[in-house]
């Protein structure tokens, strides 16, 4: 558990560009700073720029899906839930979609995001991988339970672009 964590965090220290954000946030630190760029298999690209707000109290993540046919984008913002001390996101999208759920960091390094939606399909059980690659990149996976298995939906490795500009 210990070197998953530390191994997350010493790959935060080396990231260009990254500020520091608060102690209960510091998995995601290695994030913070930069632009991260994946292609899905049909080619379009999803772009996340990760930035600390209120002196890194919390962090933003603005992402834009180009290339889909129809135009995508989000914002999320993670925090530190002090009352049940754990870190928590809400999301919400340009489709009028929102999200709210729980960020579970690993001994591993990994960070999951279990997720649930309801939509007029019915309600889905999602969860999101984050596997840091390294320095300069960080494979997702997302899957969805059906039938009490998960089944994995899609997978892309994240490649740092650049430094998050205003």
């Known amino acids: 558990m210990i070197l998953g964590l530390l191994t997350v965090v010493l ?26 760029t994946g292609a899905f298999k049909d080619g379009s690209t999803d772009t996340h720029c990760f930035e600390p ?22 914002e999320t913002l993670h925090a530190w839930d002090p009352r049940d001390h754990k870190l928590v996101f809400t999301y919400w999208a340009s489709d009028g979609s929102l999200t709210t759920g729980v960020s ?19 309600r889905m059980v999602l969860k999101s991988v984050w596997t840091p690659q390294g320095p300069d ?11 009490g298995a998960w089944q994995e939906l899609w997978r892309m490795t994240m490649k740092r672009e650049g430094n998050v500009t205003k």
Not at 11 to 36: K, N
Not at 53 to 74: L, N, S, T, W
């Open 11 to 36: 790959l935060a220290d080396a990231s260009p560009g990254a500020a520091t954000v608060r102690p209960e946030l510091r998995p995601l630190q290695f994030l913070v700073g930069s632009c991260w």
């Open 53 to 74: 707000v209120y002196g890194g109290a919390f962090i933003r993540d603005r992402h834009v899906v180009r290339g889909a046919k129809k135009p995508y984008e989000g």
């Open 104 to 122: 579970e960091p690993q001994p591993s390094g990994e960070i999951v995001f279990p997720q649930e939606h309801d939509s007029a399909a019915g």
């Open 137 to 147: 990149a960080y494979e997702v996976a997302v899957s969805q339970q059906k039938d």
